[in-house]
């Protein structure tokens, strides 16, 4: 005889037993007619095999099929409550449970007793039996209140401040380890930049356009790529060995306009058009700030030397710094501007730069405006005098000089030193930009610019001559940004208004 999991009714239930065998028929096909999973035993076994019963009947063999895991192993495997409502396996709580355990008992009894037609009831020193695997008893009235306390914890949280994370099978390893192309550069001095000719991955797992793109700061672990994209998600990729998306992070109601990893490398500031900020942790996907601002968010930058200290723009007059220790707002820089596009802290971070849309009819003083961290004050808005607004800024990684990208299509050289005077005698130009927000960066040498293009191509520039190199035919919509691995030498990645991420090497 088999042991099974049974359930000490009380008098009310025993009177429900002895009804007619008809109406104890009808209940159990009612039922039965859902899946549910019931726990057999076998004699002087200590394993548990969880058999589903598919509309009450079972195959042809007179055995049922048996589910592909245990609940406590599933939930083990793969990190996941069974009580609560998101599982996606048939193990969805104490209720499906208890419905279960009430059909096998209900069938068994009937089963073995339909000579006399009278049901039977183990004892309470029987039901106490210590094998390994078999659940501990639970009454039935607690069983039923606790089948309702998970479902309502498992929305508390949710709706508190857990992002909605989904990751492979093996990121979580994946996000610790160091790649075995990186590890020969590591401590190494960083050799010469050459241009990539050929196209290593071609990752299209967003279903909107990507509008920022970074490589994790830290070297070791600089193998995971960083995308915010307008399907409200922010993604991390392994784009050295796999290619593969490693975790997706779906904290935003609107689209992700900008999205920064920490110095540290184990968290994600980003910002939308929901006008939200999270800073979420990279591996559990918690959020460890959060806060709602006054307007939708375009721009974002971790302070050089404060890592705790972060400046954000957007779609207002107003830039904000924000201290992640406190949760609150540290300093507010006011200009007479609709948006900020982009912000850019000077070396060892004293002052910074915003690029903004405002353009009067007769020059274009505010398009770039030089402020002082500390007591935000305004130092300049008298450095870029042409009619044409600024999407991006980028800093030279050794010379004190810095590159505007206009909507005149071309690249703007700057001194990084007061009073930041614009070089007239170099122009970057021959891409297109078109009103798409396109960036521009240096090679971490500082031998070559790269830059988007509004028709899908990527520039490659000489710093010094201001000459057009090599020019890559990446993708079919606007790229919108390139950039170049921080120890890889020569590993490129690009993104596109379509969703599309490569790399090229």
Same mark, same amino acid.
């Given at each position: =005889? ?39 035993? @076998? ?8 058999? =589903? ?36 396996? =048939? ?132 193998? =995971? ?95 904000? @710094? ?89 690249? @703007? ?60 035919? @990446? ?31």
């Amino acid at each position: =005889m088999s042991l099974v999991a049974y359930e000490d009714s009380d008098s009310e239930t025993e009177a429900e037993k002895t009804e007619a065998p008809d109406a104890s028929g009808r209940q159990t096909n009612q039922l039965s007619s859902s899946v549910s999973c019931v726990q057999h035993f @076998a004699p002087g076994s200590t394993k548990s095999a969880y058999e =589903m019963h598919p509309a009450g009947s079972t195959g042809r063999s007179g055995r049922s099929r048996v589910c592909e895991d245990p609940p406590e192993h599933y939930a083990q495997n793969n990190n996941t409550d069974l009580a609560s409502p998101y599982c996606p396996r =048939m193990y969805s709580g104490n209720a499906a449970l208890s419905v279960a355990y009430k059909n096998y008992e209900q069938a068994s009894s009937s089963s073995t007793n339909s000579g006399n037609g009278v049901s039977q009831k183990r004892t309470h020193k029987d039901s106490t039996t210590t094998i390994k695997g078999i659940r501990p008893y639970i009454p039935k009235r607690l069983r039923q209140e606790n089948s309702i306390k998970p479902e309502k914890e498992e929305s508390d949280q949710r709706g508190s401040s857990d992002c909605d994370v989904k990751f492979s099978v093996s990121g979580e390893q994946t996000l610790r380890k160091i790649s075995e192309l990186i590890k020969p550069y590591l401590g190494s001095k960083y050799k010469v930049t050459e241009v990539p000719k050929s196209l290593i991955f071609y990752m299209s797992k967003h279903s909107g356009p990507v509008n920022e793109i970074q490589w994790c700061p830290v070297q070791e672990q600089s193998h =995971m790529l960083l995308s915010a994209s307008m399907d409200k998600t922010v993604k991390v990729w392994d784009a050295v060995d796999t290619g593969c998306c490693l975790k997706t992070y779906s904290c935003h109601s609107c689209a992700v306009r900008a999205a920064r990893w920490s110095s540290c490398g184990r968290r994600i500031l980003s910002g939308g058009f929901d006008s939200m900020l999270h800073l979420t942790d990279v591996e559990t996907g918690k959020q460890i700030f959060s806060s709602k601002t006054e307007f939708r968010i375009s721009a974002l930058k971790f302070h050089p030397t404060e890592s705790n200290v972060f400046i954000c723009g957007g779609f207002s007059p107003e830039v904000k @710094a924000w201290d992640l220790r406190t949760s609150k707002v540290l300093r507010v820089y006011k200009a007479a501007v609709q948006q900020t596009l982009d912000i850019l802290f000077l070396p060892e971070g004293r002052e910074f730069l915003t690029s903004t849309d405002a353009v009067s009819r007769d020059s274009a003083d505010r398009t770039i405006v030089a402020w002082d961290f500390q007591s935000a004050a305004k130092i300049s808005n008298q450095i870029f005098h042409e009619r044409y607004t600024c999407p991006s800024l980028t800093l030279h990684p050794k010379e004190s000089v810095f590159v505007a990208q206009t909507n005149g299509n071309y690249m @703007a050289l700057f001194s990084a030193q007061r009073p930041y005077r614009i070089n007239k005698k170099k122009r970057y130009e021959g891409h297109k930009v078109e009103g798409f927000a396109v960036g521009c960066e240096f090679s971490p040498d500082g031998t070559l610019l790269v830059t988007g293009s509004s028709d899908g191509k990527v520039f490659f520039y000489n710093y010094h001559t201001s000459r057009i190199i090599r020019t890559l035919s @990446a993708h079919k919509e606007a790229c919108v940004s390139a950039i170049f691995h921080p120890v890889l030498p020569s590993l490129l990645a690009t993104c596109d208004w379509a969703g599309e991420i490569k790399i090229w090497q």
